[in-house]
């Protein structure tokens, strides 16, 4: 009887999760293919006018949807920068990848040491990288824009990668020091008497068995890198070198944006997450990893 | 558009942007006499591929012998990005500005007049209307020429107060007040909704158009605080808003697009907005209360309103690559905000497709603007409240002031603070501004 | 397998082994390295700029302790320091236990858990200026989603104005913010969760524990430190939130959703005074070490770093 009140609690615990995370997702994909009268009718009556793509298609072809327009002159009030949105998604996440990758080779070799080995600097070092978070990322636009402009690295995605890498390795060292210190020592110990150096343990030996911390700060750096606006803001002014989250807040600001053109493109801005975590889940929970280790 | 995007995309899949960079730049140098003059055009991000598409016909118009690279940043940080821009002398030859943030770009040394460098700039002066001509001058100079330029209005939903039985919009606040609660019975309960949000500049231009409504002004010429009195214009709105907030007559929103959405629900009544917000709310695509919406004087004393200019500026970065440099800029700048061959045709073509308001005077007789506008206003009243409209008086401190009072302003308007309090904080601030900038 | 044995032994295995045992500095090196050319410098200019008349529109001077002065006694500073400090104290908090919440159910296998799994982690790739304009969509006062399907319902009489009343704009805004930030608390709680051996659990088992005696026993002291250092990280990204209430507030009503890192913003960009924004840096990154430096007592001296080197 027991087994079946917790399978009740979960169930009831994953419909109220559902509903709070997906509510708000789910009514700016309902409302991107709603026409935008619809959506400012009181009392609300969300269906009356049917469904359209048009929002989706404008953003794609550039085609403007037909009920903009409207006989006369005035016929172009639409957001054009939601047409960049594609482009910035590329962008974004290929930045946000490289974020990730820089984080788990950056992160695990620095983690390895400070988790494993004793050398002097051990406190000092550990303790500069992990605290270097603390003044607000706000107050330090003016000096990273002077050191990337120094490097000629302005409008570069590479000055991005490096940023974000900043903002995100303290965290991820952190979180991987922990995590390494809990794998048993004799399971190390046993690699070593095989002959592996520390690399090779690390590779072979601490990596395979910290899968989901790797995958829990994987996925921090990819998010924190793929929705960071400030920088991305002021460093990559060029068009084609602009990350989603300057799109989207330019777009949402525009005084001609609609609702529904809005809530398409922060729809698209999903995709790639979308894609990120399903293969990313099957390394994040025990027993889903393929022959296990052990 | 084609080209461009191809050319990006290359540049996306290629070496990288910073090897791109490189060799255009290592290339322009060697062979500086067959390539065409490049300029730098900064702007905030409004409608992007209009103004591509603009800058393709303006490097026709010149055979390519000009090439102009857009960058854009959001408006809500374009003065921000460019301060660090300009700073850090980041190439920037053209630029958005506007009658806020001149003084303070010109003091900085980072934009220049026109009319020192081009004596002919001189000429446009009598074409330009008086509240543009005023936000584009500094020190007695004329610093640009007008994007567009428009003023703030008092619009309403002219449907719901026929409804209800009012013959006419309001000629006063004191008359507001009583149609609001007039419609409240009628079952409007909160009658005015504002843009109005301590983050959002915008609020402080909306106050500016209530209080010049009622005659008023923050400072005199000199700079001297007029409003620190309870006879002045800016304490009797503030008071008034302040009252309004009390008993639930307005609710106030944090962009001009929720004010539009709101207003489009049919749940209130009024608002004080930027005039080109009336073409959106009259827009038939996505306004379902399209066709409601009219415009008034603004309520008050004298009926005046503020009026605004966003303008083409040259940058001193322009000036110090050299004279063929500059007559890029101004050829750029006259076809953008000028007289090109007989027409005005940028500016144009904003107000006709965009529904943005003009500084030039020749487009208030332009046949193609009088019917575009005629779609969402009433051309009549609009020009009988752009006579009414004028510019503020703003100095090099007026930004840093204005972000101090407008905390104090949204502080009383919601009565964590008294008028009194605010009014006496703005004025000290003031004078130390004052006194600090001297 | 980058790294076979056969391979390192062509590339001189051996020695190259032995120089990186002698040498952790070289595998903590990349880090340390892109952390020195991003921090000392910034740190650096922040704290000298503190100091100084900075200001691209006025003639640089010394000025001491004067930005501070001024920051502190501005009207502005105690009214976004406590909210700042309310929105801190109640949503990292609830963060912290969602997370938890969540991971445990996330641990669990159930119909459709891969469809939950994937949408739990969306808020977190959503920039926080676009979540603020996503749950304006939801609480906006009169056409927002909530009043929509509760006055359909007939739950309300009329639109509620979620937005522009004061406590309910503050709760909106920390629902806003809670939302975009509970995914890291789950996602790291879950992998903590992972680390926790099976037997411990078997054992418990045997013994006749319940599943919330198993919980309190075995999960949570096992995910302690896990939860701290996620607790830090949220307390410092919630220090630091300024751009959700743009869309959703813009700071409003009056001035009750205002925070103290739009200050920061506001001092350096748009008043252009680079001295007093980082002053009122320095301050909160003090603000900031002084609860850190609060919880970390709570934290055995060891747990992080582990024993003292020699």
Same mark, same amino acid.
């Given at each position: 009887?027991?087994?079946?009140?917790?399978?009740?609690?979960?169930?009831?615990?994953?419909?109220?999760?559902?509903?709070?995370?997906?509510?708000?997702?789910?009514?700016?994909?309902?409302?991107?293919?709603?026409?935008?009268?619809?959506?400012?009718?009181?009392?609300?009556?969300?269906?009356?006018?049917?469904?359209?793509?048009?929002?989706?298609?404008?953003?794609?072809?550039?085609?403007?949807?037909?009920?903009?327009?409207?006989?006369?002159?005035?016929?172009?009030?639409?957001?054009?920068?939601?047409?960049?949105?594609?482009?910035?998604?590329?962008?974004?996440?290929?930045?946000?990848?490289?974020?990730?990758?820089?984080?788990?080779?950056?992160?695990?070799?620095?983690?390895?040491?400070?988790?494993?080995?004793?050398?002097?600097?051990?406190?000092?070092?550990?303790?500069?990288?992990?605290?270097?978070?603390?003044?607000?990322?706000?107050?330090?636009?003016?000096?990273?824009?002077?050191?990337?402009?120094?490097?000629?690295?302005?409008?570069?995605?590479?000055?991005?990668?490096?940023?974000?890498?900043?903002?995100?390795?303290?965290?991820?060292?952190?979180?991987?020091?922990?995590?390494?210190?809990?794998?048993?020592?004799?399971?190390?110990?046993?690699?070593?008497?095989?002959?592996?150096?520390?690399?090779?343990?690390?590779?072979?030996?601490?990596?395979?068995?910290?899968?989901?911390?790797?995958?829990?700060?994987?996925?921090?750096?990819?998010?924190?890198?793929?929705?960071?606006?400030?920088?991305?803001?002021?460093?990559?002014?060029?068009?084609?070198?602009?990350?989603?989250?300057?799109?989207?807040?330019?777009?949402?600001?525009?005084?001609?944006?609609?609702?529904?053109?809005?809530?398409?493109?922060?729809?698209?801005?999903?995709?790639?997450?979308?894609?990120?975590?399903?293969?990313?889940?099957?390394?994040?929970?025990?027993?889903?990893?393929?022959?296990?280790?052990? | 558009?084609?080209?461009?995007?191809?050319?990006?995309?290359?540049?996306?899949?290629?070496?990288?942007?910073?090897?791109?960079?490189?060799?255009?730049?290592?290339?322009?140098?060697?062979?500086?006499?067959?390539?065409?003059?490049?300029?730098?055009?900064?702007?905030?991000?409004?409608?992007?591929?209009?103004?591509?598409?603009?800058?393709?016909?303006?490097?026709?118009?010149?055979?390519?012998?000009?090439?102009?690279?857009?960058?854009?940043?959001?408006?809500?940080?374009?003065?921000?990005?460019?301060?660090?821009?300009?700073?850090?002398?980041?190439?920037?030859?053209?630029?958005?500005?506007?009658?806020?943030?001149?003084?303070?770009?010109?003091?900085?040394?980072?934009?220049?007049?026109?009319?020192?460098?081009?004596?002919?700039?001189?000429?446009?002066?009598?074409?330009?209307?008086?509240?543009?001509?005023?936000?584009?001058?500094?020190?007695?100079?004329?610093?640009?020429?007008?994007?567009?330029?428009?003023?703030?209005?008092?619009?309403?939903?002219?449907?719901?107060?026929?409804?209800?039985?009012?013959?006419?919009?309001?000629?006063?606040?004191?008359?507001?007040?009583?149609?609001?609660?007039?419609?409240?019975?009628?079952?409007?309960?909160?009658?005015?909704?504002?843009?109005?949000?301590?983050?959002?500049?915008?609020?402080?231009?909306?106050?500016?158009?209530?209080?010049?409504?009622?005659?008023?002004?923050?400072?005199?010429?000199?700079?001297?605080?007029?409003?620190?009195?309870?006879?002045?214009?800016?304490?009797?709105?503030?008071?008034?808003?302040?009252?309004?907030?009390?008993?639930?007559?307005?609710?106030?929103?944090?962009?001009?697009?929720?004010?539009?959405?709101?207003?489009?629900?049919?749940?209130?009544?009024?608002?004080?907005?930027?005039?080109?917000?009336?073409?959106?709310?009259?827009?038939?695509?996505?306004?379902?209360?399209?066709?409601?919406?009219?415009?008034?004087?603004?309520?008050?004393?004298?009926?005046?309103?503020?009026?605004?200019?966003?303008?083409?500026?040259?940058?001193?970065?322009?000036?110090?690559?050299?004279?063929?440099?500059?007559?890029?800029?101004?050829?750029?700048?006259?076809?953008?905000?000028?007289?090109?061959?007989?027409?005005?045709?940028?500016?144009?073509?904003?107000?006709?497709?965009?529904?943005?308001?003009?500084?030039?005077?020749?487009?208030?007789?332009?046949?193609?603007?009088?019917?575009?506008?005629?779609?969402?206003?009433?051309?009549?009243?609009?020009?009988?409240?752009?006579?009414?409209?004028?510019?503020?008086?703003?100095?090099?401190?007026?930004?840093?002031?204005?972000?101090?009072?407008?905390?104090?302003?949204?502080?009383?308007?919601?009565?964590?603070?008294?008028?009194?309090?605010?009014?006496?904080?703005?004025?000290?601030?003031?004078?130390?501004?004052?006194?600090?900038?001297? | 397998?980058?790294?076979?044995?056969?391979?390192?032994?062509?590339?001189?295995?051996?020695?190259?082994?032995?120089?990186?045992?002698?040498?952790?500095?070289?595998?903590?090196?990349?880090?340390?390295?892109?952390?020195?050319?991003?921090?000392?410098?910034?740190?650096?200019?922040?704290?000298?700029?503190?100091?100084?008349?900075?200001?691209?529109?006025?003639?640089?001077?010394?000025?001491?302790?004067?930005?501070?002065?001024?920051?502190?006694?501005?009207?502005?500073?105690?009214?976004?320091?406590?909210?700042?400090?309310?929105?801190?104290?109640?949503?990292?908090?609830?963060?912290?236990?969602?997370?938890?919440?969540?991971?445990?159910?996330?641990?669990?296998?159930?119909?459709?858990?891969?469809?939950?799994?994937?949408?739990?982690?969306?808020?977190?790739?959503?920039?926080?200026?676009?979540?603020?304009?996503?749950?304006?969509?939801?609480?906006?006062?009169?056409?927002?989603?909530?009043?929509?399907?509760?006055?359909?319902?007939?739950?309300?009489?009329?639109?509620?104005?979620?937005?522009?009343?004061?406590?309910?704009?503050?709760?909106?805004?920390?629902?806003?913010?809670?939302?975009?930030?509970?995914?890291?608390? #789950?996602?790291? =709680? !879950? @992998?903590?969760?992972? $680390? &926790?051996?099976?037997?411990?659990?078997?054992? *418990?088992?045997?013994? /006749?524990?319940?599943?919330?005696?198993?919980?309190?026993?075995?999960?949570?002291?096992?995910?302690?430190?896990?939860?701290?250092?996620?607790?830090?990280?949220?307390?410092?990204?919630?220090?630091?939130?300024?751009?959700?209430?743009?869309?959703?507030?813009?700071?409003?009503?009056?001035?009750?959703?205002?925070?103290?890192?739009?200050?920061?913003?506001?001092?350096?960009?748009?008043?252009?005074?680079?001295?007093?924004?980082?002053?009122?840096?320095?301050?909160? #990154?003090?603000? =900031? !070490? @002084?609860?850190?430096? $609060? &919880?970390?007592?709570?934290?055995?001296?060891? *747990?992080?770093?582990? /024993?003292?080197?020699?």
């Amino acid at each position: 009887m027991r087994i079946r009140w917790d399978r009740i609690a979960v169930y009831i615990g994953a419909v109220l999760l559902a509903v709070f995370i997906v509510a708000p997702l789910a009514w700016i994909f309902l409302s991107s293919i709603l026409p935008e009268e619809a959506i400012l009718t009181f009392p609300p009556n969300w269906f009356k006018y049917g469904f359209t793509i048009d929002n989706y298609h404008y953003i794609f072809t550039g085609e403007i949807p037909k009920s903009h327009l409207v006989t006369g002159q005035l016929r172009t009030m639409i957001s054009q920068e939601v047409r960049l949105v594609p482009r910035t998604i590329v962008n974004s996440a290929l930045i946000a990848l490289a974020v990730m990758i820089i984080n788990w080779v950056f992160g695990s070799l620095a983690a390895y040491s400070y988790a494993n080995l004793r050398f002097g600097a051990r406190t000092p070092t550990f303790f500069f990288i992990t605290l270097s978070r603390l003044i607000p990322a706000v107050a330090l636009a003016v000096p990273y824009y002077a050191i990337v402009q120094r490097m000629g690295l302005l409008n570069t995605h590479w000055a991005l990668i490096a940023i974000y890498s900043v903002l995100t390795l303290p965290f991820t060292t952190l979180i991987l020091t922990l995590y390494f210190r809990g794998i048993p020592r004799e399971i190390l110990e046993a690699a070593q008497l095989d002959g592996c150096g520390p690399f090779q343990t690390l590779v072979r030996v601490t990596v395979p068995l910290a899968l989901p911390s790797l995958i829990g700060t994987g996925l921090f750096a990819f998010m924190i890198s793929y929705s960071e606006f400030l920088f991305a803001l002021i460093i990559t002014p060029a068009r084609e070198a602009r990350t989603l989250p300057v799109i989207l807040a330019s777009v949402s600001w525009n005084p001609d944006v609609t609702w529904g053109l809005l809530s398409s493109s922060i729809a698209i801005g999903l995709i790639p997450t979308i894609l990120l975590v399903v293969p990313v889940w099957r390394f994040m929970v025990k027993g889903l990893i393929a022959g296990g280790v052990q | 558009m084609n080209k461009v995007s191809r050319r990006d995309f290359l540049k996306m899949v290629g070496a990288g942007a910073a090897a791109a960079t490189l060799s255009s730049r290592w290339s322009f140098n060697l062979a500086r006499a067959q390539e065409p003059i490049h300029l730098d055009f900064v702007v905030w991000s409004y409608s992007v591929e209009t103004i591509l598409d603009n800058i393709k016909r303006f490097e026709e118009e010149y055979n390519n012998a000009i090439k102009v690279t857009l960058t854009d940043f959001s408006w809500t940080a374009y003065h921000e990005t460019m301060v660090n821009r300009f700073a850090s002398k980041t190439p920037t030859d053209v630029c958005y500005n506007g009658g806020d943030w001149l003084p303070e770009f010109a003091k900085a040394g980072w934009v220049v007049p026109l009319e020192d460098y081009f004596p002919e700039a001189a000429n446009y002066k009598d074409k330009i209307v008086g509240y543009a001509l005023k936000d584009m001058t500094y020190d007695g100079k004329l610093y640009g020429l007008p994007y567009y330029a428009d003023i703030t209005t008092f619009q309403y939903n002219a449907k719901i107060l026929e409804d209800n039985g009012i013959a006419a919009p309001p000629a006063t606040w004191e008359e507001l007040w009583d149609q609001c609660m007039l419609l409240r019975e009628k079952g409007i309960q909160v009658p005015i909704v504002l843009e109005f949000a301590q983050e959002m500049p915008t609020t402080l231009e909306d106050f500016t158009a209530m209080v010049f409504g009622r005659g008023g002004e923050f400072f005199d010429d000199k700079f001297n605080v007029l409003f620190n009195d309870p006879q002045s214009a800016a304490w009797k709105q503030m008071q008034w808003l302040a009252d309004a907030y009390r008993e639930k007559l307005v609710s106030l929103l944090p962009h001009e697009t929720d004010v539009v959405k709101a207003l489009n629900t049919g749940r209130h009544v009024f608002t004080v907005l930027y005039n080109y917000n009336l073409a959106e709310l009259n827009n038939k695509a996505t306004s379902p209360l399209a066709g409601q919406f009219k415009i008034a004087l603004m309520p008050g004393e004298t009926h005046e309103t503020y009026g605004f200019c966003k303008f083409y500026n040259m940058t001193q970065m322009a000036v110090d690559r050299g004279k063929d440099v500059m007559d890029a800029c101004w050829k750029f700048i006259e076809y953008f905000g000028g007289e090109h061959k007989g027409e005005y045709k940028v500016a144009k073509r904003w107000a006709v497709e965009k529904g943005l308001g003009f500084g030039q005077l020749p487009l208030y007789d332009d046949k193609d603007v009088q019917a575009s506008f005629a779609q969402w206003i009433d051309p009549e009243m609009l020009k009988e409240q752009a006579k009414l409209a004028r510019a503020r008086n703003q100095t090099v401190w007026y930004g840093i002031w204005g972000e101090f009072f407008r905390i104090h302003l949204l502080r009383a308007v919601t009565g964590e603070a008294t008028v009194e309090e605010t009014m006496k904080a703005a004025a000290e601030k003031a004078e130390e501004l004052k006194a600090q900038f001297a | 397998m980058a790294y076979d044995q056969a391979v390192l032994g062509k590339l001189g295995g051996r020695s190259l082994q032995r120089r990186i045992e002698l040498s952790p500095y070289l595998m903590i090196s990349p880090a340390l390295i892109l952390m020195a050319i991003f921090t000392l410098y910034p740190y650096g200019y922040a704290i000298w700029s503190s100091l100084q008349v900075l200001s691209p529109i006025l003639p640089p001077s010394f000025a001491g302790l004067k930005n501070y002065e001024s920051v502190i006694t501005s009207t502005y500073f105690f009214n976004a320091l406590g909210n700042t400090l309310v929105f801190t104290g109640i949503s990292v908090p609830i963060i912290v236990i969602l997370g938890v919440l969540v991971a445990a159910l996330l641990n669990q296998r159930f119909l459709g858990d891969f469809v939950l799994k994937a949408a739990v982690l969306l808020p977190w790739a959503i920039p926080a200026a676009i979540t603020g304009v996503i749950w304006k969509g939801v609480f906006s006062d009169s056409w927002g989603v909530l009043n929509a399907v509760l006055y359909t319902l007939g739950l309300i009489p009329d639109y509620v104005e979620w937005l522009t009343t004061r406590h309910l704009a503050t709760t909106a805004v920390i629902v806003a913010h809670i939302w975009m930030q509970f995914p890291m608390a #789950a996602v790291f =709680a !879950l @992998a903590a969760m992972q $680390a &926790i051996p099976e037997e411990l659990y078997e054992a *418990a088992a045997i013994d /006749g524990a319940g599943a919330l005696q198993r919980f309190f026993s075995i999960t949570l002291p096992n995910i302690k430190v896990m939860l701290i250092v996620v607790c830090l990280f949220e307390i410092l990204m919630s220090l630091n939130t300024f751009d959700l209430t743009y869309g959703m507030t813009g700071g409003g009503p009056g001035t009750s959703t205002m925070f103290i890192s739009y200050f920061i913003w506001a001092e350096f960009f748009k008043m252009l005074s680079y001295g007093k924004g980082a002053a009122l840096a320095v301050i909160l #990154a003090l603000v =900031a !070490l @002084a609860i850190i430096l $609060a &919880i970390l007592r709570l934290v055995p001296g060891e *747990a992080l770093l582990g /024993g003292k080197e020699g």
